[in-house]
């Protein structure tokens, strides 16, 4: 059974960093695609970032490109979502995700899902 479990959330001043990890385990991965996804309150879930476990096309939504990071620790198995000059507007719960084919921008693209990790950007 394929879990994801994040971890590296919590409270960070506008202009900080933070780095999320997704720690991935009982699958292969290699063949599979990750995401990373975020919902704020009140507001649908929204994606973030997805690169393909070996390698390949990255994905970023335009809110987040050029300040956001996605990176995968193969040997570990783990994904990563660097994340700099954070704004208020980035406070979420951020969500990992697996997706078992394709590289999507789209949550019903994705088979697996950790139970999420809370980032809250103060102003």
């Known amino acids: 059974q394929v879990q994801l479990v994040e971890s590296g959330g919590g409270l960070v001043q506008a202009g900080g960093s933070l780095r999320l990890s997704c720690a991935a385990s009982?699958?292969?991965?290699?063949?599979?695609?990750m995401g990373w996804f975020r919902q704020a309150p009140g507001k649908e879930r929204e994606f973030v970032a997805a690169?393909?476990?070996?390698?390949?096309?990255?994905y970023y939504s335009d809110s987040v490109k050029g300040r956001f990071t996605i990176s995968r620790d193969i040997a570990n198995k783990k994904v990563y979502l660097q994340m700099n000059s954070l704004k208020p507007e980035d406070t979420a719960v951020y969500y990992c995700?697996?997706?078992?084919?394709?590289?999507?921008?789209?949550?019903?693209?994705?088979?697996?899902w950790g139970q999420g990790t809370q980032v809250t950007v103060s102003s």
């Open positions: 690169k393909r476990w070996n390698g390949g096309n990255t």
């Open positions: 995700a697996a997706a078992i084919s394709g590289l999507s921008t789209s949550g019903s693209g994705y088979d697996y």
């Open positions: 009982g699958g292969t991965f290699y063949s599979y695609s």
